[in-house]
Structure formats: structure tokens, C-alpha cells
């Protein structure tokens, strides 16, 4: 009988499902999913886990795009982040209990809920500007792994860069 990769990745939830994503953000060539990425984990036996999307969960369906500063400004919305990072942090604590090994979470860049590496931030979408830093459900996802003492890699998948994304999130699969 076969045996269990015991390899999982965590993605954020637009890679796996491109119809929660805000108003107009859909990007050509990606309008279900990021196969890309689907593809890599099944080159590299690697399980995949959608991680929830803050943003549709708590502002569901249409919703125009903002910035972190925006979602900032959106009653509740960090307090319910933190909720959903740990939930997250206590998943991938009995995981790694369980004996599997996680492979990295793939967050997106730019986004103000899921940014790894960059987000938006400004007074309005009109106004805004990329910069370095995590989007408020990663930041709090990362405080709640800290918490607990779990070391994951993060890597973004940057629409305005897939190639490289897609090699950076090979490594972590491999």
C-alpha cells in the first residue's frame, strides 16, 4: 500500500480560486486558479492547503480593492486576521505534530491581507504604492507561528514576476 508524501504546501486562497479575489484583479491567463503552481506540487508529491482569504470572508463578494491601509481602517478586520492565524498556526502545529513536513506558505505579493514580501498601502486604491513588507493576515500568521515556535519558509507569487516566483517556489517544494 502506498505511503503519504507527508509533504504539504500552504497557498493563499486566490492561487487555488481566482473567484474571491477583488473587483477587477483577476489577471489574464489566471481566471480559475494558478496552475502553475498546482503543477510544481504535483512534480514534487507535494499536498497543497488553501489557506482562507480574510478579505471575502469578511467582506465577501463584489468588493472593490484596497489597501492595507484601507483594511486597516475596516472595523474588526485585523481582530478577525488574528483569529484566522490562529486557527492556521494551530492546523500546522498538529501537522508537524503528525509527522509532516511543511514545505513553505505561498502568499501573494502585493496583497494587503497576503503579501509576503510587498503589499499596497495608501489612502486609497487610486493612491496606492507597492512596498516591502506582509499583508495583515501573513503578519499576524507569522506572530502566531512565532508563538508557537514554528519555523516556515514564506515565498510571494508575484503576477508582475511569475517566472522567478515559480523557481522560488520550486525550491521550497523541493
Same mark, same amino acid.
Given at each position: 500500500?502506498?505511503?503519504?508524501?507527508?509533504?504539504?504546501?500552504?497557498?493563499?486562497?486566490?492561487?487555488?480560486?481566482?473567484?474571491?479575489?477583488?473587483?477587477?484583479?483577476?489577471?489574464?491567463?489566471?481566471?480559475?486558479? @494558478?496552475? +502553475?503552481?498546482?503543477?510544481?506540487?504535483?512534480?514534487?508529491?507535494? %499536498?497543497?492547503?488553501?489557506?482562507?482569504?480574510?478579505?471575502?470572508?469578511?467582506?465577501?463578494?463584489?468588493? +472593490?480593492?484596497?489597501?492595507? !491601509?484601507?483594511?486597516?481602517?475596516?472595523?474588526?478586520? @485585523?481582530?478577525?486576521?488574528? !483569529?484566522?492565524?490562529?486557527?492556521?498556526?494551530?492546523?500546522?502545529?498538529?501537522?508537524?505534530?503528525?509527522?509532516?513536513?511543511?514545505?513553505?506558505?505561498?502568499?501573494?505579493? %502585493?496583497?494587503?491581507?497576503? %503579501?509576503?514580501?510587498?503589499?499596497?498601502?495608501?489612502?486609497?486604491?487610486?493612491?496606492?504604492?507597492?512596498?516591502?513588507?506582509?499583508?495583515?493576515?501573513?503578519? +499576524?500568521?507569522?506572530?502566531?507561528?512565532?508563538?508557537?515556535?514554528?519555523?516556515?519558509?514564506?515565498?510571494?507569487? !508575484?503576477?508582475?514576476?511569475?517566472?522567478?516566483?515559480?523557481?522560488?517556489?520550486?525550491?521550497?517544494?523541493?
Amino acid at each position: 500500500m502506498p505511503q503519504r508524501s507527508k509533504k504539504i504546501i500552504f497557498v493563499s486562497h486566490c492561487i487555488l480560486n481566482q473567484n474571491t479575489v477583488a473587483t477587477n484583479l483577476v489577471k489574464k491567463g489566471y481566471t480559475s486558479a @494558478v496552475w +502553475e503552481i498546482t503543477e510544481l506540487c504535483k512534480k514534487h508529491d507535494v %499536498g497543497i492547503e488553501q489557506l482562507p482569504c480574510p478579505e471575502f470572508l469578511y467582506l465577501g463578494l463584489p468588493r +472593490e480593492p484596497m489597501t492595507k !491601509d484601507q483594511y486597516k481602517g475596516v472595523e474588526g478586520f @485585523v481582530a478577525f486576521c488574528k !483569529d484566522l492565524a490562529e486557527n492556521v498556526a494551530n492546523y500546522i502545529k498538529k501537522l508537524k505534530s503528525s509527522g509532516f513536513e511543511i514545505k513553505g506558505i505561498v502568499g501573494i505579493a %502585493g496583497s494587503p491581507s497576503c %503579501g509576503i514580501t510587498q503589499t499596497y498601502i495608501g489612502p486609497s486604491n487610486e493612491e496606492r504604492k507597492r512596498v516591502k513588507g506582509n499583508g495583515i493576515f501573513i503578519e +499576524e500568521l507569522e506572530k502566531a507561528l512565532r508563538k508557537k515556535k514554528l519555523k516556515i519558509p514564506l515565498e510571494d507569487f !508575484d503576477y508582475k514576476n511569475i517566472k522567478n516566483s515559480l523557481k522560488r517556489i520550486e525550491l521550497l517544494l523541493r
